[in-house]
């Protein structure tokens, strides 16, 4: 692996794209003062997940965008992207050649990308520190580290190791395991504390659910009584209406009738008025006549009285003196009174005949007079009564609309109040859900609320499964930091090794009877290494010696030349018997997972003598139980 090309642009002081390519040779790059040496370096630093402004050697991180010259306004972006040659597949990404790319903007966002494909800063941070690279790393030393790290004390000198051993990707991992854990932690508490409190409302909730289950059936009932009233009345309402409306109809064809039977006597009336008009001047003649007629009466009578008192005067006076006139003479003048009577007393009876004559027209123009008067009373009495009734009909016409309007207002108020009652029926249902509602977000209660009950059964076990979820995490962040404190200490041992174990390693023909390092000689079965280093600890980094006489030579080896400490098991040393108790199902003694040499398995057996492997944490109950020594 090495760098193929590393392009800049925007990037400091190079303004202009730049590709710096490293054939296979450079193994520096030089050039006075200024001309972007460092810059190359701040470069590669930055585009492999620096995140420090002052490492790349300023105030604030928009400082490495290149902020203009005198000639060249300021660009808005940096860009820098290295291309790495990885064919020897010392990167854990399926490419041959690896192109990581960083860009970052004036307002402070920033892009990611491994070839080509965007991604997070952790995702180039973790590929690169798989293969000792990248942010932090020892690749890259920058001017006064060398005097850093000689002046470093102990604990800041086992950082720096670590960088180069590539613990610090693990340490990393323990201490974002950790961060979990807390987390997880935290969470356990919450969900312990929202169980509880969830526990402590089930039974008031529970009683206020029942409340409400109890007002909900009062309410249906209540709602139900009142729309059969409402109907019963309705119905009622209804058959009055009804009953209303036939009479109306009745009164409306007697209004007809009646109507007719006025129109009717209206024209008759129109014919009789129209009959007097053309009769009466034949009455007024008649009265003319007649009092014509009278007027004669009253001058017969007159002129018969004055004959009959003429005749009274004519008569002879006995004691008178009759010579006087001719006998003869008074009765010509008596013959002509005679004549005169008869002439007037015809022309009285002719008078008298035309009266009676005019007396009877007289008599029967009265007659027909009284006759059509009478009959326009009538008609008038007939028109009275019509008109009279046809007001009582109208009346009760009027009366029987404002009875019809007034059930009508009825039904129509009888309606809107069904609706309402409806409304408010909807509106309480309403309430109700809403009220199962609240209760079954707030209680899990154990009444007949098959959905409430349900969600919150669900709620619960959703909880119970977040915390055993919780709790395995938790497991398995002991399990990863258990190994990796086994792989930390296993590192510090090989590196302490050099002191004593290596050099004992080294001396080779020098120690007698020399079988070589454990780890070397004994192979372990798949998926229990973790587990034996654990076990074996500082064990698995000792050397094997088959006496112990070959033992004390190495003693005196390391003594001699001052080789500092080993760990030393010899193969041959007096061992306890090891142990034979059965075990439970799921658990074997640790010994049988390892392939040994026979005469080095007495010693391992010896130090392994109370270990046992389990294949899950019912298994370790069991065997405590079953080996409680």
Not at 63 to 76: H, K, N, S, Y
Not at 188 to 198: F, H, K, N, P, Y
Request: net charge negative.
């Amino acid at each position: 692996m090495h760098l193929k090309s590393l392009t800049v642009r925007g990037f400091k002081s190079f303004a202009s794209s730049t590709t710096l390519r490293f054939e296979p040779g450079i193994t520096c790059v030089v050039g006075p003062n200024g001309s972007g040496k460092s810059n190359v370096v701040d470069a590669l630093a930055w585009v492999m997940g620096e995140q420090g402004a002052k490492s790349l050697r300023g105030g604030k991180m928009d400082d490495v965008i290149f902020a203009g010259t005198a000639e060249r306004a300021p660009l808005g972006r940096a860009e820098v992207m290295l291309t790495i040659d990885n064919s020897d597949g010392a990167l854990p990404i399926e490419y041959a050649e690896v192109t990581i790319s960083r860009t970052m903007f004036r307002n402070g966002g920033s892009d990611y990308a491994i070839n080509g494909e965007s991604c997070r800063l952790l995702d180039i941070q973790e590929l690169l520190s798989d293969s000792g690279i990248g942010r932090e790393m020892h690749v890259i030393v920058g001017q006064g580290q060398l005097d850093t790290i000689l002046q470093a004390n102990p604990e800041e000198r086992r950082g720096f190791i670590e960088e180069a051993a590539g613990v610090l990707k693990h340490r990393k991992r323990k201490e974002k395991a950790l961060r979990k854990l807390d987390a997880m932690e935290g969470n356990l508490t919450r969900v312990s504390d929202l169980t509880a409190e969830l526990r402590r409302q089930l039974k008031p909730l529970g009683r206020q659910a029942q409340a409400a289950r109890r007002a909900a059936v009062i309410q249906s009932d209540v709602r139900d009584a009142r729309l059969r009233l409402m109907a019963d009345d309705l119905v009622q309402l209804r058959r009055i209406s009804d009953a209303e409306t036939a009479d109306e109809e009745s009164f409306r064809a007697q209004r007809a009738q009646l109507e007719s039977l006025l129109t009717s006597e209206l024209a008759r009336e129109a014919e009789v008025q129209t009959e007097a008009a053309e009769q009466a001047p034949a009455l007024t003649a008649a009265q003319e006549t007649w009092f014509a007629l009278s007027s004669l009466k009253e001058h017969l009578r007159g002129t018969a009285e004055l004959a009959t008192e003429r005749v009274r005067l004519s008569a002879p006076e006995p004691e008178e003196d009759t010579g006087a006139r001719d006998p003869e003479t008074f009765e010509a003048e008596a013959a002509s009174l005679k004549d005169q009577e008869t002439a007037a007393q015809e022309v009285v009876a002719q008078d008298r005949l035309a009266l009676d004559a005019v007396i009877a027209e007289r008599a029967a123009a009265e007659a027909e007079v009284a006759e059509v008067e009478q009959a326009m009373a009538d008609a008038a009495r007939a028109l009275a009564d019509r008109r009279e009734g046809l007001a009582q009909r109208a009346g009760q016409v009027d009366s029987a609309r404002s009875r019809a309007e007034t059930r009508k207002a009825e039904i129509d108020r009888l309606t809107t109040s069904r609706e309402q009652a409806v409304a408010r029926a909807d509106e309480a249902h309403q309430s109700f859900t809403a009220l199962e509602t609240q209760v079954a977000g707030l209680d899990n209660t154990e009444v007949d609320l098959d959905e409430v009950h349900a969600q919150a059964v669900e709620r619960f076990t959703s909880a119970e499964k977040v915390v055993e979820q919780l709790r395995n995490d938790e497991q398995s962040a002991d399990r990863d930091r258990a190994g990796l404190t086994a792989r930390l200490e296993a590192l510090e041992l090989g590196m302490a090794r050099k002191d004593g174990s290596a050099a004992l390693l080294a001396a080779g023909q020098r120690v007698t009877g020399l079988l070589g390092s454990v780890a070397s000689l004994i192979t372990v079965e798949a998926g229990a290494e973790t587990a034996i280093a654990a076990a074996l600890g500082t064990a698995a980094d000792a050397v094997a010696v088959s006496s112990s006489g070959s033992a004390v030579s190495a003693v005196e080896l390391l003594k001699s030349d001052d080789g500092g400490r080993a760990g030393i098991i010899v193969a041959d040393a007096p061992q306890s018997a090891a142990s034979n108790a059965s075990l439970p199902s799921g658990a074997r003694w640790a010994i049988d997972a390892l392939t040994v040499p026979d005469s080095l398995r007495p010693a391992l057996s010896a130090v392994l003598r109370d270990t046992v492997l389990v294949n899950s944490l019912a298994a370790a109950r069991d065997a405590v139980a079953a080996q409680p020594g």
